[in-house]
């Protein structure tokens, strides 16, 4: 007897999400403490001032992404799933992805592993490009739907 139901995975994506928000907000205050704890094990040139912006910045554009997850997964538990507010949803999603990914780029002339996360962040932004673009056709085939008699 399998009691896993779409409803009870929904919402456990839902908890793990806040628990990834709750995770962000203190990272905020884990960030200096990670730099400086980084600095002094690299054995390269020190560049703290530039992690701690760069991680702020991070954790910044994760947090209204995990935000905005939130709503979204809000939305599919009330059975709005292919709403134009998903498709926004979506789209900043993406939006704070490559965002994440220009900024590790960034930090790729100064470490080069940092590109490891710029791919997988960009990579990530692409799919959720992608999923914006079959909600957002879903959407619009919904809405001719809806007018048609």
């Given at each position: 007897?399998?009691?896993?139901?779409?409803?009870?995975?929904?919402?456990?994506t839902r908890l793990l999400n806040i628990a990834t928000i709750f995770l962000g907000v203190a990272a905020l205050f884990c960030i200096p403490i990670c730099t400086?704890?980084?600095?002094?094990?690299?054995?390269?040139?020190?560049?703290?001032?530039?992690?701690?912006?760069?991680?702020?910045?991070?954790?910044?554009?994760?947090?209204?992404?995990?935000?905005?997850?939130?709503?979204?997964?809000?939305?599919?538990?009330?059975?709005?799933?292919?709403?134009?507010?998903?498709?926004?949803?979506?789209?900043?999603?993406?939006?704070?992805?490559?965002?994440?990914?220009?900024?590790?780029?960034?930090?790729?002339?100064?470490?080069?592993?940092?590109?490891?996360?710029?791919?997988?962040?960009?990579?990530?932004?692409?799919?959720?490009?992608?999923?914006?673009?079959?909600?957002?056709?879903?959407?619009?085939?919904?809405?001719?739907?809806?007018?048609?008699?």
């Open positions: 007897m399998n009691h896993w139901t779409p409803s009870r995975s929904l919402k456990l400086e704890w980084y600095d002094a094990v690299s054995g390269q040139e020190p560049i703290r001032n530039l992690l701690n912006v760069i991680f702020y910045l991070t954790v910044f554009l994760a947090l209204i992404a995990l935000w905005k997850l939130n709503g979204l997964l809000s939305r599919i538990i009330h059975q709005q799933i292919f709403v134009s507010e998903n498709v926004t949803v979506l789209r900043i999603i993406s939006w704070c992805c490559f965002g994440i990914s220009a900024l590790f780029l960034f930090l790729t002339f100064y470490r080069f592993l940092a590109f490891i996360v710029a791919f997988a962040a960009g990579f990530f932004g692409l799919i959720m490009r992608v999923l914006k673009n079959v909600f957002e056709l879903a959407v619009n085939l919904r809405e001719e739907q809806d007018f048609t008699i």
